[in-house]
DNA sequence: GACCAGGATTGCT
DNA sequence: AGCAATCATGGT
C-alpha cells in the first residue's frame, strides 16, 4: 500500500502523546520529526504529524495490508472520537481535569503479548527501575526490525530458567511469572488475541488463573492492551495520590470512596483513570 | 536507613 | 474472607 493520509473531526494531543511514548526507550519515537515507528509482524509502520491539535492529520507509511491499518487505527485511538468523553465529563466532579487533558487519546500497547510481559516487569517497581529492566529484557532476548527493538516471542522466553532473568536483577519470583504465563501462552493454553473478543470480566478472570497475574495486571491488560473504556483501577496507588489531590484530602480515599463515583463516570472510567494519571506525571 | 513503588502469592487466623 | 509476611531493588 502506498502512504495513507488519516484527519481527525476531533482534538487530539499528538504531541502530548508522543513525549509519554517516549518516556519508554524502547519506542522509536522522534519528537523533532514528529514520527513514531510501529513494528507490526515483520513490518515497520512510520505514522508522521502534520496537523495540529486542532485539527489532527497523520500519515501512515510502511502498511500492508488493511488490517495493518485498523491495527494503527485502534492502538492510536483514531477510530473513535473524544469528543462525547469531553462531553460526558463535562458534567462531572473530573471537568477541570477533562478541561486540561482535553484530546488525551487511549494509547495501546503495540502487542498483546508485550503488555503482559511490560505489566508483569512493572509490578511493585518504581518507574524508572522498571523501565530498565523491561529494557533489558527487550533488548536481551527480543530483536531488531529496521532498527526498531521488538519484544520475544513466548517461545524464546518459555524456554529460559529462572537464574538466567535473576542475573538481570529479575526476582526469581518475578522471573517464574515471566516464564510460567510465557510457556502458557506458547503452548496455546493461553491465546490473548482470541481472549480478547471476551467480556471484561471474563478476561479478568481467565487472566487471573495464572501466577503472577493479579487484578491490577489484568486490568492494565484490558485498559492499555485493549483499549477498553469502563475500567477503574481502584488498587493502583497511582490513581488514588491523583484522586487525594484532585480532591485536597489528608489521605488517599478509600476504595469505597473512590467507586462511590463510578456511576457518575461510566461509561468511560477508563478515561477518568487515563486523565488522573496524567495529572501526577 | 527507612519507606515506598503503576503487586501477587502464600500461609495464617 | 481478611490480614501479614515475603519478595528484590532502585529512587527519594
Redesign the pocket.
Known sequence: MLTQFIKLPFKYQYEEMMTRLALDPLNAVDLENKTVKIPLETSIITLKSTGTFEEPAFTLTGVESDEQLQKMMSIFHFNRSLEPISAHFAETNLKGLFTKFDGTPIVTDFSLYANIMKSII????????ARTLTTRFVQTFGRQVEGVWVYPKPEDIARLDVDTLRNM?F???KAEYIIGVSTAIAEGELHLERLSTETDETIIKRL?K?????????E?FLL?GLGRENLFPV????LQ?SLKKVWQMENKPSKEEISAHFDEWSPYLSYAALYLWRNIE
Open positions: 512493572h509490578q511493585q517497581l518504581n518507574l524508572s527501575f536483577q526476582s526469581s519470583r487471573t495464572y501466577r503472577g497475574i493479579g487484578p491490577w495486571t489484568a492494565s492499555f488498587a493502583d496507588v497511582g495520590n
